[in-house]
């Protein structure tokens, strides 16, 4: 499609193409074997759903049923084509290549008449629609493609009255047809004097293109119309050379009248190449000499020629197919020259991008985000990704980019690898992390290979957007620090194991104390008994009372020597882990 638009242009002056929005069904048919009580299930399934519909159902020797059921999915797909610029009809005052300029448009084509019916109009109004060349003449630029690609240019008999061709139209217009005032654009399709169709639109379908547009004016030069009238006279100066080569080669010959039949007269009256000449008497005119004149032709061609190339830009020296050139030229002169004959062909591509493709595919995504409203998959940077075209933005937000094409191949490639060189230097310099990162690196790497002319960049360098994240680094041991974290914790340890001590300590001293209190206060109740009972037990209280305290004193240091020797064995397996 892309080549015949882009021929379509650069030989008829405009080229068109056109996108349009077509519904296909997609029938997927399964045949199950069912009890009675699944098929009726099954058809109660079946009349809930409109996409599901009973094909067939048949039941065996052994009662079971064997029911076909067919699912239609009807799914909106944007398809476009180039559109033959014969089939185009456009305004005359049309002022401007965009067709989205025009007041009235439309693309004349035939269309069989079983095609019709398949796009859902209704059959006996379509087999009452004259066929092409019926009422009227065919048109002379049918004849004229007919004869040029080698048909006969007769008119066909369709025997098979289903394929017989019908005369479309598909018209955009813009008409005020809800008569407020205010005209709207219209899409309207008719065959003969029947209306088919007649719709408010949301775009002109149509695209076109001009290599070599004209200020105000819709068509404009082809690439060959500023050559024509050089090819024309080199033409000219071609035939003439060939003539006199012919006649010098072959000159012609006398031959009397009388010898000559009056029905062949005609034809000995031609100067042709080895011609006769009629004459009255052999020898009574001069001898028929042809100088020859082609050499001095030769030059003039060589101008022509010249000039061909410099309104063309297209020269066999800077295609670098002269030897001559390429032997005395240097690299740098000969692709300086190159790249400067080539700016007439790029202005032309940037014509065809910025005026064809940028409204094709702007087209193309208006048309997806209104009618593409289910979830599909596509490959995006040899990744399927699922895309729902209905949840994008409106066409405002995005930006069709288009090539400036002021850089060659190996420019671009160069200038890649002149970012990759710098990147290594600051790398080297200790700049990685701070000035170049790892995504820096893989666009520069992207970049080389999208310039050397391959696509995916994924086939040679990783992208680090897309590596797993990394497991947390572990710290490096340090043998001080490890020392110096064991002394804190054997410090700790003795710390906590002294306060465990201290409080146990306190504990046994509060008790030891409580005891001595009870003893005490029993010691003086005694007393005072003893006291009562008379002198005679005062020896025996003293004696008694003596063996009890110190045998409390006795416990109590026991004990106190106990801790003691606990607390200093802890101490010392503390600074033998410590040392260990």
Same mark, same amino acid.
């Given at each position: 499609?892309?080549?015949?638009?882009?021929?379509?242009?650069?030989?008829?002056?405009?080229?068109?193409?056109?996108?349009?929005?077509?519904?296909?069904?997609?029938?997927?048919?399964?045949?199950?074997?069912?009890?009675? &009580?699944?098929?009726?299930?099954?058809?109660?399934?079946?009349?809930?759903?409109?996409?599901?519909?009973?094909?067939? &159902?048949?039941?065996?020797?052994?009662?079971?049923?064997?029911?076909?059921?067919?699912?239609?999915?009807?799914?909106?797909?944007?398809?476009?084509?180039?559109?033959?610029?014969?089939?185009?009809?456009?305004?005359?005052?049309?002022?401007?290549?965009?067709?989205? @300029?025009?007041?009235?448009?439309?693309?004349?084509?035939?269309?069989?008449?079983?095609?019709?019916?398949?796009?859902?109009?209704?059959?006996?109004?379509?087999?009452?629609?004259?066929?092409?060349?019926?009422?009227?003449?065919? @048109?002379?630029?049918?004849?004229?493609?007919?004869?040029?690609?080698?048909?006969?240019?007769?008119?066909?008999?369709?025997?098979?009255?289903?394929?017989?061709?019908?005369?479309?139209?598909?018209?955009?217009?813009?008409?005020?047809?809800?008569?407020?005032?205010?005209?709207?654009?219209?899409?309207?399709?008719?065959?003969?004097?029947?209306?088919?169709?007649?719709?408010?639109?949301?775009?002109?379908?149509?695209?076109?293109?001009?290599?070599?547009?004209?200020?105000?004016?819709?068509?404009?030069?082809?690439?060959?119309?500023?050559?024509?009238?050089?090819?024309?006279?080199?033409?000219?100066?071609?035939?003439?050379?060939?003539?006199?080569?012919?006649?010098?080669?072959?000159?012609?010959?006398?031959?009397?009248?009388?010898?000559?039949?009056?029905?062949?007269?005609?034809?000995?009256?031609?100067?042709?190449?080895?011609?006769?000449?009629?004459?009255?008497?052999?020898?009574?005119?001069?001898?028929?000499?042809?100088?020859?004149?082609?050499?001095?032709?030769?030059?003039?061609?060589?101008?022509?020629?010249?000039?061909?190339?410099?309104?063309?830009?297209?020269?066999?020296?800077?295609?670098?197919?002269?030897?001559?050139?390429?032997?005395?030229?240097?690299?740098?002169?000969?692709?300086?020259?190159?790249?400067?004959?080539?700016?007439?062909?790029?202005?032309?591509?940037?014509?065809?991008?910025?005026?064809?493709?940028?409204?094709?595919?702007?087209?193309?995504?208006?048309?997806?985000?209104?009618?593409?409203?289910?979830?599909?998959?596509?490959?995006?940077?040899?990744?399927?990704?699922?895309?729902?075209?209905?949840?994008?933005?409106?066409?405002? @937000?995005?930006?069709?980019?288009?090539?400036?094409?002021?850089?060659?191949?190996?420019?671009?490639?160069?200038?890649?690898?002149?970012?990759?060189?710098?990147?290594?230097?600051?790398?080297?310099?200790?700049?990685?992390?701070?000035?170049?990162?790892?995504?820096?690196?893989?666009?520069?790497?992207?970049?080389?290979?999208?310039?050397?002319?391959?696509?995916?960049?994924?086939?040679?360098?990783?992208?680090?957007?897309?590596?797993?994240?990394?497991?947390?680094?572990?710290?490096?041991?340090?043998?001080?620090?490890?020392?110096?974290?064991?002394?804190?914790?054997?410090?700790?340890?003795?710390?906590?194991?002294?306060?465990?001590?201290?409080?146990?300590?306190?504990?046994?001293?509060?008790?030891?104390?409580?005891?001595?209190?009870?003893?005490?206060?029993?010691?003086?109740?005694?007393?005072?008994?003893?006291?009562?009972?008379?002198?005679?037990?005062?020896?025996?209280?003293?004696?008694?009372?003596?063996?009890?305290?110190?045998?409390?004193?006795?416990?109590?240091?026991?004990?106190?020597?106990?801790?003691?020797?606990?607390?200093?064995?802890?101490?010392?397996?503390?600074?033998?882990?410590?040392?260990?």
């Amino acid at each position: 499609n892309i080549y015949n638009w882009l021929k379509d242009g650069a030989l008829q002056r405009v080229g068109y193409a056109r996108v349009w929005v077509e519904e296909e069904e997609d029938v997927t048919e399964q045949t199950l074997t069912l009890t009675p &009580d699944q098929r009726l299930m099954l058809r109660q399934e079946v009349d809930a759903q409109e996409d599901l519909e009973v094909i067939e &159902d048949k039941e065996d020797d052994e009662g079971f049923h064997k029911v076909t059921v067919a699912k239609t999915e009807t799914r909106k797909s944007v398809r476009w084509g180039s559109v033959p610029p014969e089939e185009i009809r456009v305004v005359r005052d049309a002022s401007s290549v965009d067709m989205d @300029d025009m007041a009235f448009c439309a693309q004349v084509r035939n269309i069989s008449q079983s095609e019709l019916i398949q796009m859902g109009y209704d059959r006996k109004l379509v087999e009452t629609l004259p066929a092409y060349g019926e009422d009227d003449e065919k @048109d002379v630029v049918d004849y004229a493609r007919a004869t040029h690609s080698g048909e006969d240019g007769e008119e066909m008999a369709f025997v098979e009255q289903s394929m017989r061709p019908i005369q479309v139209s598909d018209c955009f217009l813009s008409t005020d047809f809800d008569d407020d005032g205010i005209a709207e654009l219209r899409f309207v399709r008719y065959a003969g004097n029947k209306i088919l169709e007649n719709k408010e639109a949301d775009m002109n379908e149509f695209i076109a293109w001009c290599p070599m547009p004209m200020p105000h004016q819709h068509v404009g030069l082809s690439l060959a119309d500023p050559v024509m009238d050089l090819q024309l006279q080199n033409s000219t100066l071609m035939r003439q050379v060939f003539d006199n080569l012919f006649l010098t080669n072959s000159p012609m010959r006398e031959v009397e009248i009388k010898n000559i039949p009056p029905q062949y007269m005609d034809l000995h009256t031609k100067s042709v190449p080895g011609g006769m000449l009629p004459t009255t008497k052999i020898g009574s005119i001069a001898p028929v000499t042809v100088p020859f004149t082609a050499a001095a032709s030769v030059p003039i061609m060589e101008v022509l020629d010249k000039q061909k190339e410099r309104r063309t830009g297209v020269s066999q020296s800077m295609q670098g197919l002269d030897p001559n050139v390429l032997a005395r030229s240097t690299e740098g002169a000969f692709m300086g020259a190159m790249e400067r004959n080539n700016a007439r062909i790029e202005l032309v591509a940037r014509l065809f991008a910025e005026n064809g493709l940028k409204k094709l595919f702007g087209k193309i995504h208006a048309l997806l985000i209104k009618h593409q409203d289910k979830e599909m998959t596509v490959n995006i940077s040899g990744q399927f990704l699922p895309v729902n075209p209905s949840e994008w933005r409106r066409r405002t @937000d995005m930006t069709v980019l288009i090539g400036t094409g002021n850089a060659t191949t190996m420019q671009k490639a160069a200038t890649a690898k002149s970012v990759m060189d710098v990147q290594e230097r600051m790398i080297q310099g200790g700049g990685f992390g701070k000035l170049v990162t790892a995504e820096n690196i893989y666009n520069a790497a992207s970049d080389f290979v999208s310039a050397i002319g391959k696509r995916a960049a994924d086939r040679y360098f990783q992208d680090p957007a897309k590596l797993p994240p990394e497991p947390p680094k572990q710290e490096e041991k340090n043998p001080l620090a490890e020392a110096e974290m064991v002394k804190a914790q054997a410090k700790m340890q003795s710390d906590q194991l002294k306060a465990e001590v201290d409080m146990k300590m306190e504990a046994m001293k509060q008790q030891h104390q409580a005891e001595m209190a009870r003893m005490e206060a029993q010691y003086k109740a005694e007393i005072e008994s003893v006291r009562q009972r008379g002198d005679s037990v005062d020896a025996e209280r003293d004696r008694v009372s003596k063996t009890e305290i110190e045998a409390a004193k006795i416990a109590f240091d026991r004990d106190q020597a106990m801790l003691d020797q606990a607390n200093k064995e802890r101490e010392l397996q503390l600074e033998a882990d410590r040392l260990a």
